[in-house]
């Protein structure tokens, strides 16, 4: 198995002067949907939601620099002064393959934290150890969810490999 590898990273960043949310739909196009506003961004590529709390919630970005861009971005247009915007990292989404497949209905008998999904023919994992929740497909393939850190995601995935193939439930 190879490592993690993030596909989605969620920043937050606090405003340091109030956001009028009429003023981001009036003046830079953003759409309001119930507490929040969005704004997609082409460059730097990404879409954000500013909610009622004056946070800038930036998805769509792998890198705090460039979230950091977008959300600069979002308060220079609208003639505010970004100095003092505070950063906050939120959780990842992470993809993984175990390169075998998985053999799904033996597990939740061997492991209580594991539940098969059979809308998405998937086993859900709640990963304490590494806090992390694991969707495993019987292809080999998985998402992790709620992770903070791709090397979280990677030594979960591979805790579970090891369980599973201990249990002989790969091929």
């Not at 937050?12 to 949907?33: A, H, L, M, T, Y």
């Not at 460039?66 to 989404?93: Q, Y």
């Not at 098969?116 to 992390?132: A, G, K, Q, S, Y």
């Not at 292809?139 to 090397?151: D, M, P, Y």
């Amino acid at each position: 198995m190879k490592g993690a590898r993030i596909e989605n990273q969620l920043y937050r960043f606090k405003s340091p002067v109030p956001i009028n949310q009429q003023r981001v739909v009036d003046e830079i196009g953003g759409n309001k949907s119930g507490r929040f506003v969005m704004i997609s961004l082409r460059s730097p590529r990404s879409t954000l939601l500013i909610d009622d709390q004056d946070r800038i919630i930036v998805h769509g970005c792998k890198k705090q620099e460039i979230a950091h861009l977008a959300a600069k971005e979002v308060l220079l247009r609208l003639g505010e002064d970004e100095s003092g915007m505070t950063f906050e990292l939120g959780p990842a989404v992470a993809s993984f393959d175990f390169g075998c497949s998985v053999k799904l209905e033996g597990v939740p008998d061997l492991f209580p934290d594991a539940t098969i999904d059979t809308e998405l023919d998937c086993l859900r994992i709640d990963d304490t150890r590494h806090e992390v929740k694991l969707l495993l497909f019987r292809n080999g393939r998985g998402i992790a969810t709620e992770a903070r850190h791709e090397k979280l995601v990677t030594m979960a995935a591979k805790r579970w490999m090891q369980r599973l193939s201990d249990e002989n439930l790969l091929s």
